[in-house]
């Protein structure tokens, strides 16, 4: 008898001796299958809670520069207002007139336009919608209601609200405007003009 053949009769003489097989290694595929069913479950939710976490760190980032850009007018800062554009970036203001790159838009957030502001101008921006077009471009439409400035014939005006539309880009580690456009909103009705 050959050693291979030795070793067959062992083994199966072995099964004899130790009775019907019990049926653990069924159980036990089950328990693998299982196993590894949650393993994959764990891994999907933490690649989606990563995925979220940073949607959700560049909605804040997108939000961020129309907020800074409230917060620029504010302090009358042309310089940081231009500095959210991207190098080549396009502003279409309030009142019609088309900028281009950031050495136009310092010239018109200048001293001239910056008259506008008085002590107690506030600026803030809401209703922000953002959307992902791609997961480093998103469009932002949001209100920027501009509170006690200067109108062109220096009376103080008490509240101009403003459509304020953008694109903006990854560049590198942080967010640009690509493109912005700001368009005066009709003033809210008042009892002066809400229709009967």
């Not at 099964?15 to 590894?36: D, E, F, T």
């Not at 136009?104 to 959307?131: H, L």
Request: charge should be positive; hydrophobic fraction near 45%; glycine fraction near 8%.
């Amino acid at each position: 008898m050959s050693i291979k053949e030795k070793a067959t009769k062992i083994s199966q003489t072995y099964r004899a001796a130790s009775g019907p097989r019990a049926p653990k290694p069924a159980l036990r595929g089950l328990m693998q299958r299982l196993g590894l069913t949650l393993l994959a479950c764990t891994l999907v939710v933490g690649v989606t809670g990563s995925a979220s976490a940073g949607e959700a760190r560049d909605e804040a980032a997108v939000r961020a520069l129309g907020d800074s850009f409230a917060k620029a007018f504010v302090q009358k800062n042309a310089e940081l207002r231009a500095s959210l554009f991207a190098e080549n970036g396009t502003f279409v203001t309030p009142v019609g007139d088309f900028l281009q790159g950031r050495l136009e838009m310092v010239k018109d957030f200048g001293p001239e336009a910056q008259q506008a502001v008085t002590a107690t101008t506030q600026a803030a921006f809401s209703n922000y919608r953002i959307r992902f077009i791609k997961p480093d471009v998103a469009v932002a439409d949001a209100l920027l209601t501009v509170r006690n400035v200067n109108g062109p014939d220096g009376t103080v005006i008490p509240v101009i609200p403003i459509n304020f539309f953008y694109v903006a880009a990854r560049h590198g580690d942080k967010w640009l405007i690509e493109d912005g456009r700001a368009h005066f909103a009709p003033a809210p009705s008042n009892s002066m003009t809400s229709r009967k």
